[in-house]
């Protein structure tokens, strides 16, 4: 995430007050407003203008019964429908929720979460020296860079050499199967 740039001398504030941690806002963070419902006790600092904002939402929650809060919740995730039909109930997704929710409250997208990859993937792909995700066209041409590399034709003899030979051919097989697989 970029930083705030600070090189308009004219909108530098003229204490040490921090920035507004709100993305993109240029204005003096003289409020400290807690992150989160479950971090209490952990701040950020906000303009006169998003603390206002802020305490809005909160106070919308707060006044709010549970039953209240969950129909908002449902009424962000499906688009503001009252009412679900029973495919819509089928196709709920509760990390989508949880989106709409941390939207809602903390300003921005919510992060992504980390999808949890395989220990024999994450190897696999450790060997051939790259990250997840990885696209079939990405798997063939690092597999080939490093197949001739380590290809016992070119390393006669070399036993270790041999071994990575393997290894990454039967690396680059199993990640292969793992894209056909979806
Ligand atoms: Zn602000």
Known sequence: MPRKTRDNGAQRPSHNAPMCEVE????????????????????????????????????????????????????????????????????????????????FMHDRKRPAPQPAIPAKVRRSLALLEMEFPYTQDQLKSCYRKLAKRYHPDTNQGNKAVEETFKNITAAYKYLDEQLKKK
Request: proline residues 5%; negative net charge.
């Open 24 to 103: 993109g806002c240029q204005q003096e963070g003289q409020y400290k407003a807690p992150r989160s419902r479950e971090q209490l006790d952990e701040y950020r600092w906000l303009c006169i203008d998003h603390i206002r904002e802020h305490n809005k939402q909160w106070d919308y929650f707060a006044d709010m019964k549970p039953e209240e809060i969950e129909a908002f919740m449902h009424d962000a995730v499906t688009g503001h429908r009252p009412t679900w039909t029973r495919e819509e109930r089928m196709r709920f997704r509760p990390d989508k929720l949880h989106d709409a929710l941390y939207e």
